[in-house]
């Protein structure tokens, strides 16, 4: 939360054809009832979602996946997705200073069918991120060194190799 990955997704995006962009924030507010603290909607959302990245992948489009993940539960499926599609898998890992992914979010605006978040729930999701984060990215930023256009350059570039 707060550290430049949807932006630096959109950037991406934008400049990579016959990619699909994706992520349980595209998708969850589609749920009428949506609960975040729902075990169950998160799990149903990431099964969504590997069936939309799945459908994607087969119609030969690229896929970038707007999400940090917090563990490797979260993160099992879509590495099973891509061994059984045959695809390569970069992450990049984009993150800031706690306090400043908090300031972030805090900033931002509510989606229509979205609610504010409070602080203190932000703060331990944050928390928990860095606590349990993916530790072997292929990239890894600081958004507070590197602006978003930079970070999608140089994944644009990782990606072109």
């Known amino acids: 939360m707060g550290g430049g990955k949807t932006t630096t997704a959109k950037l991406i995006h934008s400049t990579i054809p016959r990619t699909f962009l994706i992520g349980p ?7 009428s ?11 149903n959302i990431h099964l969504a979602l590997q ?17 940090g993940f917090r563990n490797m539960n979260e ?11 045959g695809v390569k898998l970069i992450f990049a890992q984009i993150y800031s200073d706690p306090e400043i992914c908090l300031q972030r979010a805090l900033a931002r605006k509510i989606p229509k069918r979205g609610h ?5 729930k932000i703060r331990k999701r ?7 984060k993916y530790r ?4 890894e930023f600081d958004s507070e060194k590197m602006n978003p256009e930079m970070i ?7 990606i072109a190799k």
């Open 126 to 132: 944050i928390e928990a991120y860095f606590r349990t």
């Open 33 to 43: 009832d949506y609960n975040n603290t729902s075990t169950r909607d998160t799990r």
């Open 51 to 67: 069936g939309l990245c799945s459908c994607f992948l087969s119609m030969g489009y690229n896929v970038i996946f707007d999400e």
């Open 136 to 139: 072997n990215p292929d990239l």
């Open 152 to 158: 999608a350059d140089k994944i644009s570039l990782f």
């Open 25 to 31: 924030d595209y998708i969850k507010y589609g749920i």
């Open 116 to 120: 504010k978040v409070s602080k203190m």
């Open 75 to 85: 993160l099992k499926g879509y590495l099973d997705l891509a061994k059984k599609s």
